[in-house]
């Protein structure tokens, strides 16, 4: 797709917590996507280069790349952030604004998509007729109608043959995005045992909202900053003397069961069924979801 910049030439005064306000960015392949917002990645680009003690020499064209990988990369380990997995999430963006506060970066320019090339939906039959809902992450918005939404009005439903979710408010489509619920066969690393692990069908209520929750049943045991476990903590038959616990992020987490089924946030889209059973949704997406539900709005899960 080409796309048209205008550039503005002029330096920004010192930036305030510039790369926490963007979205995450990261690889993109067939199990996930991120936005990568030319601004930031292009101020990444700057940031990293400016730092002596990572030496690297990134081109600076806002396009996440296998080099700028690798340079974050460089920077997780040396700045002594947790995963060093090039993953730009919400612990690295607050370290890259503690370790680059100084950084003057350029203003943000404006970015025009070439209209001949980006297709605009009018309405959500014009995008359900040529969008391949099963195998496509794009995301449907009606932005008018999201912005009615005051949870009395609005009801999901979980589509497990398409993947996706939609929202509804006042009886018509507002959203329509993927989104991952759980698996037919779900391995266990820990007991080498395939286990069912599908997202119960059925008509539910959101019966809780927590929008930094996190789990108390999966996550990953350290030992200072070392990984020792990752994965169902019932399961780990180590020892837990001097060893920390940090549970798996479920940001914008919507409960449906007592049994802990839920919709969250994940960085791990897939067009397939694969979680442990909750319903994994795209950052931007569960932002939208979480703020126009409430407690008590249904939820109808369907095959």
Known sequence: MRTFFVILLSLSALHAGYFSKHDDMCDGNRYFQCENNYN??????????????????????????????SALMAFQEHYGVEKADGWVGKRTKRKLDSVYQNVKFPKDIKVAENYQTKRCY??????????????SFAIYEDKQLLQRANGRNTKLTVDVSEQRVRLYVDGKVALCSPCTTGAKRKFEPNTRIYRDKRTPMGTFKITEK???????????????????????????????????????????????????????????????????GCIRLPYRVSKTIFKSVRQGTPVSIVN
């Open 40 to 69: 930031a990645v292009r101020n990444l680009q700057i940031a990293l280069n400016s730092d002596k003690k990572l030496g690297v020499k990134l081109k600076v064209d806002g396009t996440w790349g296998d080099k700028t990988k």
């Open 210 to 276: 927590i929008a930094d929750k996190r789990s108390t049943i999966f996550g990953e045991y350290y030992r200072g900053n070392k990984l020792v476990y990752k994965g169902d903590k019932r399961k780990f038959g180590g020892n837990k003397k001097g060893l920390r616990y940090q549970g798996a992020s479920l940001q914008n987490w919507m409960r449906l069961t007592s049994s802990g089924i839920g919709l969250h946030a994940s960085k791990y889209i897939k067009r397939y069924p694969g979680t442990n």
């Open 122 to 135: 009018t309405c959500y039959s014009d995008f359900r007729q040529n969008v391949n809902l099963r195998k």
